[in-house]
């Protein structure tokens, strides 16, 4: 039984970067169920490499920071298809390449091209698209699991800005189409991308500890909810941010953890 439903639907995939990302597994997910992809990357230089992770399946080159490619991008995506079911938002930006530092102490270029990327570009790729999306149509975006004063330097508040502006899109969207969006809270993964943000290794660590199983969120688990919520499965989901952190929202006060600090602590 083919339960997602997906099988010879057509989706277009933004933001693969190699094997460990959520767009990838999300993506493969999608093949094995007998649907059709079309990618894009942000730079001409890594279409070689999508192109090797999806031998047969169309890669294209839309810079999201560039106005004009993405008005040109209903264009580049017609002239492999003429309908769409779905897109997968799987952009995510910062400029960490000066280390750490106070979130008041933010560039303002630095915090607009993250805003940019992460953000808005999933509106202006929905409004480009839009002519070829299906009727009901799934947008999904990928954003995590607390965006409040988190650890994730100043792409926080941008994350938190995505959530925000995915009921704001399905809204305007419903007025003309049955078309949703939602996102997916993604708790903290082992991804080639979060690997350049200042400290995630031991956030990432800690994470771990606080999850319910005591084991780390995996990728597939993740591109198991993108999948889900791209089906019509999810039919019922609309403007929503789909939590996936295995239970780490809800144990805060993980007694193990608090105990441990406490000894240490009281060592000191």
Request: charged share 25%.
């Given at each position: 039984m083919d339960f997602l439903g997906v099988k010879d639907k057509v989706y277009y995939v933004a933001g693969v970067a190699n094997k460990k990302s959520v767009a990838y597994v999300t993506a493969r997910?999608?093949?094995?169920a007998g649907a059709r992809c079309l990618f894009s990357v942000q730079r001409a230089e890594q279409v070689e490499s999508v192109t090797k992770l999806f031998p047969g399946s169309p890669v294209l080159v839309c810079d999201v920071e560039d106005e004009a490619q993405l008005g040109e991008l209903?264009?580049?995506?017609?002239?492999?298809?003429?309908?769409?079911d779905g897109i997968v938002h799987s952009l995510a930006f910062a400029?960490?390449?000066?280390g750490p530092k106070?979130?008041?102490?933010?560039?303002?270029?630095?915090?607009?091209?993250?805003?940019?990327?992460?953000?808005?570009?999933l509106v202006e790729m929905a409004k480009s698209l839009l002519p070829l999306l299906a009727p009901d149509a799934s947008i999904v975006t990928i954003s995590i699991s607390n965006t409040r004063a988190t650890s994730y330097g100043y792409l926080g508040p941008i994350k938190a800005m995505l959530d925000a502006t995915v009921p704001f899109l399905a809204k305007s969207l419903s007025?003309?189409?049955k078309i949703r969006v939602n996102a997916v809270g993604a708790g903290p993964l082992k991804?080639?991308?979060?690997?350049?943000?200042p400290d995630y290794v031991e956030n990432y660590l800690y994470a771990e500890e606080l999850t319910l199983r005591k084991r780390a969120l995996e990728t597939r688990e993740v591109a198991n909810a993108v999948c889900f919520l791209l089906s019509p499965r999810s039919s019922g989901i609309n403007a929503t941010t789909l939590l996936?952190?295995?239970g780490i929202s809800?144990?805060?006060?993980?007694?193990?953890?608090?105990?441990?600090f406490a000894q240490h602590s009281l060592k000191d």
């Open positions: 997910t999608l093949l094995e209903r264009r580049s995506v017609a002239r492999h298809t003429d309908r769409l400029n960490f390449s000066d106070p979130f008041h102490e933010t560039r303002r270029a630095d915090y607009l091209q993250a805003a940019q990327i992460s953000c808005f570009s007025e003309s189409s991804t080639s991308a979060s690997a350049g943000i996936v952190d295995a809800c144990n805060t006060f993980d007694q193990k953890i608090v105990k441990s």
